[in-house]
T-cell receptor
Framework: AQTVTQSQPEMSVQEAETVTLSCTYDTSESDYYLFWYKQPPSRQMILVIR??????QNATENRFSVNFQKAAKSFSLKISDSQLGDAAMYFC????????????FGKGTKLSVKP | DAMVIQNPRYQVTQFGKPVTLSCSQT?????MYWYQQKSSQAPKLLFH???????NEADTPDNFQSRRPNTSFCFLDIRSPGLGDAAMYLCATSRDGTSGTPGGPDTQYFGPGTRLTVL
């Protein structure tokens, strides 16, 4: 069975600095999707970034980028120029390619941003 | 804007009193999901509809049921809520099997959730 591990329950970053959230996963599949979702306090869960496993190039979305290491089964999220609005719970998630099934979530990392 | 809408945002019910949560979407997505999320935990999938086909997770209690009368709407019915069912319930949608979708196929889009309190 696939599993997703986020080893950092909480992280803190100074405003305008860079922070990296770690995520590892376990799967025997060769093709799959990986996601980072952001869930601010009492607010909606939104997609931050998505990576297809068959793509070697790391995904980027403005200040958000990933370091996808397929052999190591690692999928970390880097947030550059951190802003107060980045404070949230961040979930790493895995999904098999083409599956009807569920996202497999990690337990989340709570990110605080200090002004 | 196309979106996933959940009503109500907050629901209070009594122990054992049936309750229904609703989800609607304007994304025309063919897959709809219901998740349960307890405080400081990751969302846990309860079930999903792939078009009209219902897919229940093995560990979802019988107390939880769902209906999808059409593409746009999906309901979560809790027949006899217990104190342990107090949680945030998240609806999500995806457009599986279609390339070119913003965010890509298989990306799930979440609603704002309904927070259920059981007294």
């Amino acid at each position: 069975a696939q599993t997703v591990t986020q080893s950092q329950p909480e992280m803190s970053v100074q405003e305008a600095e860079t922070v990296t959230l770690s995520c590892t996963y376990d799967t025997s599949e060769s093709d799959y999707y990986l996601f980072w979702y952001k869930q601010p306090p009492s607010r909606q869960m939104i997609l931050v970034i998505r990576q297809e496993a068959y793509k070697q190039q790391n995904a980027t979305e403005n200040r958000f980028s990933v370091n996808f290491q397929k052999a190591a089964k690692s999928f970390s999220l880097k947030i550059s120029d951190s802003q107060l609005g980045d404070a949230a719970m961040y979930f790493c998630a895995y999904r098999r390619l083409g599956s009807q099934g569920n996202l497999i979530f990690g337990k989340g990392t709570k990110l605080s941003v200090k002004p | 804007d196309a979106m996933v809408i959940q009503n109500p945002r907050y629901q209070v019910t009594q122990f054992g009193k049936p309750v229904t949560l609703s989800c609607s979407q304007t994304l025309n997505h063919n897959v709809m999901y219901w998740y349960q999320q307890k405080s400081s935990q990751a969302p846990k999938l309860l079930f999903h509809y792939y078009d009209k086909d219902f897919n229940n997770e093995a560990d979802t209690p019988d107390n939880f049921q769902s209906r999808r009368p059409n593409t746009s709407f999906c309901f979560l019915d809790i027949r006899s809520p217990g104190l342990g069912d107090a949680a945030m319930y998240l609806c999500a949608t995806s457009r599986d099997g279609t390339s070119g979708t913003p965010g890509g196929p298989d990306t799930q889009y979440f609603g704002p959730g309904t927070r259920l309190t059981v007294l």
